[in-house]
């Protein structure tokens, strides 16, 4: 297991300093005695590839404002899972769910939903950095107008403020016009952060965002996660243990389709109640 | 054989100091070695083969027919003397008839093969179309004439060819009349139909070249299927439609055939002025010349075919550098 911490260990103090994991920690003992504001309220959802089932049963809440973590070994579920959330699963042949699973209350599972202005809501990063092959400017204006026509000014102020947000305004301000595909991978993947937010939605999903980035990318991502965490809740799928650790305050552990725990992450990598969370946690298999 | 042995030791020698190795390899390297090169000579006989054909054709076509090029040639229409004979109407008759069928064919042929492509579900009808026109693309284009001349020339057989429905006079360019007769509307159209399977295929293989990931980026933001295609998965593939659409018009500009059954007049000595005026193509007038006795006629059509060669570089050269426009617009 690789841990980006040995690469850039300034950044990763920055991340996540000790006091602030006892901060979140007592935090997560409060809610789970009483309940903060849930965003995304999943109940024995079930999922199928065809015959195949990818989740079942699945009981879980995503708490407003925070990073949930979904782990486990591949196959497991987890990105089924995520991508249920903005139904990116619907053009896929074959693919069903059935359960319940909302966002504010809204079902996502309707089949009268809009899911143009769900995943409008629900923004989604993606493992490999997929910039459009058009300019920064554009890449990050595309998302906008889809959903309505801007005035020049509204846009422009738009497009920094989503770059500012990912922390990549200050290296591409000068080169807006520029292609997209010029940039750095760890710029590619903040671009697409840019891209997700711009459209304003509540939640964002990740599914992977650093498995195809160097150590400091990781990091820089990852720092960005802790930021964007107070305005909008996040879920993000990692296979890297550490990662999950640093950046999240739930962790959510799948295998085989089921959810076998979740809880605060302090928990779930200090004292874990089920033994097959414990083995994946330290390492023992997965 | 030697020297090639002789090389191969020499190139064992220099990768693995050790005399054994060295001693042991040879034999199945040679082997190897000599199949490859005898491949490599093979490929290069055949290149040369076809680059020698074309260049043969290209020679004795140019020997034959560029003492009749001239301006008057271009300029003038056919005639029995062969001294003023000229393909100013078949030329005008190509180029109106692949302008036509350009502007049908293309519209009509990425609009089904993004249909296909990016909105139908799998189903059995799509199979059932998909399987169609990989059939239809094989069809000889006379059969292609036939149903021209069914379907534009006559209308089914709906209205009397004698007596047509008119809009307009026949004078001016906004004239039409149903059913078409064997005007350069039904030509184009006739034409449209050999070249829109290559079309259809062609575009289908540019749509699928198109990463996923990019289709999915823009549906993860909320874009509709339409948005997606017309934003993101149309414009990376212009370039690979246009090249498909490049080869399918030198396809339409090289067939007589089709034209041929529809009944063109061989003779005429008008350039169409509306879309139900007589035409007559390039191909069928070489055809014509190339049937007569006197040489003459023949140089005539050795004329014709460069004439026919120049057209078709001039599109596919307008071709190439909208694509190369599209593709610097697109990056």
Redesign the interface.
Known sequence: MTTPANASPPLNVDIKPPTLAVAVSAASVGSENQPEEIAIRAHGLNSWYGTVQALKGISLEIPKCRVTALIGPSGCGKSTFLRCM?R?ND?I?GARASGTLTLHGDDLLARTLDV?????RV??V?Q?P????KSIYDNVA??PR??RSFRRTDLDELVENSLRAAALWDEVKDRLKS?A?GLSGGQQQRL?IA??IA?GPEVLLMDEPCSALDPRSTASIEQLIRELETNYTIVIVTHNMQQAARVSDRTAFFFEGTLVECGSTDRIFTNPTNKQTEDYVSGRFG | MHSLGAQAQSNTRRRSPGEIVAAAVPASQLRRRVVDRTFLALCIVFTGLAVVILGILLVTIWQDGHTRLSWQFLNSFASRRTEEAGVRAPMWGSIWACVICALAAVPIGVGTAIYLEEFS??SRFRSFIQLNIANLAGVPSIVYGILGLTAFARAFGSASTDSPITIGQPESFFYLQLPFGHGVLAGGLTLMLVVLPIIIVSSQEALRSV?R??R?????????QW?TTW??TL??SIPMIMTGAILAMSRAIGEAAPILVLGVPLFIRTTPINLMSDFTVLPLQIYNWAMRQQSGFHELAAAAIIVLLAVLLTLNAVAVIIRHRLQRA??
């Open positions: 903005n990116m053009p042949p143009v202005e769900l995943r409008r923004g989604m993606f490999k997929n910039p459009f092959t595309f998302g889809l959903h292609s595909l697409c891209r997700a459209v | 579900k799998r990463p990931s990019l999915t980026a823009s549906l993860a933001l909320g874009g509709t948005q934003n993101i414009p990376a697109a990056s």
